[in-house]
């Protein structure tokens, strides 16, 4: 069964430090996507960053940058320079699909909860 | 082009009604999925549907629950005989497929958030 592991129910950094958040899945699909949404106070969803299992480089968007390590089934973000405003849940989610089929699967984390402190 | 649209924002029901949940997907998005988020908690898949077909749906609870997305309209997430327990946040997603080349990530609305009385 697919399984997506989120160790740091909570995390703290300081304004201006860099931050990283773990991801590890489970999956015996050959053909899946990595992503990471932010979930801020305010409830929407909003997406950062994606890495695809064919990827051979880490991913990377603005501030925010993708450690895949596909042997090892992690996916970590990577936040650079904290901001106050990074406070929010974190979640890390993967997609799987087969081609020619139907199936075609989305599954989140339980989250990370990050304080950005000034 | 108009993002993911849900309604009602918040649903307020007593225990025995119906609530019904509206999910309109960004213009050219087969696939639809519902989840379902409790409070300090992660989103639980409910059910994913590509227009008239119900594709997987493994983390519906097995009563009272139900979900389809028409060929024409929003797609519907329907609870029967509401509970306590079912007050929480109702997202809905929408993306168009999945390909080898381009994973697609999935287009969020801002959520129903249904209470229970």
């Known amino acids: ?118 | 082009n108009a993002g993911v649209m849900q309604n009602p924002r918040h649903l307020v029901r007593r225990r025995g009604q119906e609530a019904r949940l509206r999910c309109s997907p960004m213009k050219g998005h087969s696939h639809v999925y519902w989840y379902r988020q409790l409070p300090e908690e992660g989103l639980k898949f409910m059910v994913y549907l590509q227009k008239e077909n119900i594709i997987d749906e493994s983390g519906m609870p097995k009563e009272r629950f139900s979900a389809e997305f028409p060929k024409e309209g929003p797609s519907i997430l329907r609870i029967q005989q509401v509970v306590r327990g079912d007050s929480a946040a109702y997202f809905c997603a929408s993306s168009p497929p999945s390909d080898f080349a381009t994973n697609e990530k999935l287009f969020f609305g801002s959520g129903t958030q249904l209470s229970v009385l």
């Open chain 1, 1 to 118: 069964a697919q399984k997506i592991t989120q160790t740091q129910p909570g995390m703290f950094v300081q304004e201006k430090e860099a931050v990283t958040l773990d991801c590890t899945y489970d999956t015996s699909d050959q053909s899946y996507g990595l992503f990471w949404y932010k979930q801020p106070s305010s409830g929407e969803m909003i997406f950062l960053i994606y890495q695809g299992s064919y990827d051979e480089q880490n991913a990377t968007e603005g501030r925010y940058s993708l450690n895949f390590q596909k042997a090892r089934k992690s996916a970590n973000l990577v936040i650079s320079a904290s901001q106050l405003g990074d406070s929010a849940m974190y979640f890390c989610a993967m997609r799987s699909f087969w081609m020619g089929t139907s199936y075609d699967k989305v599954i989140f984390g339980p989250g990370t909860s990050l304080s950005v402190i000034p």
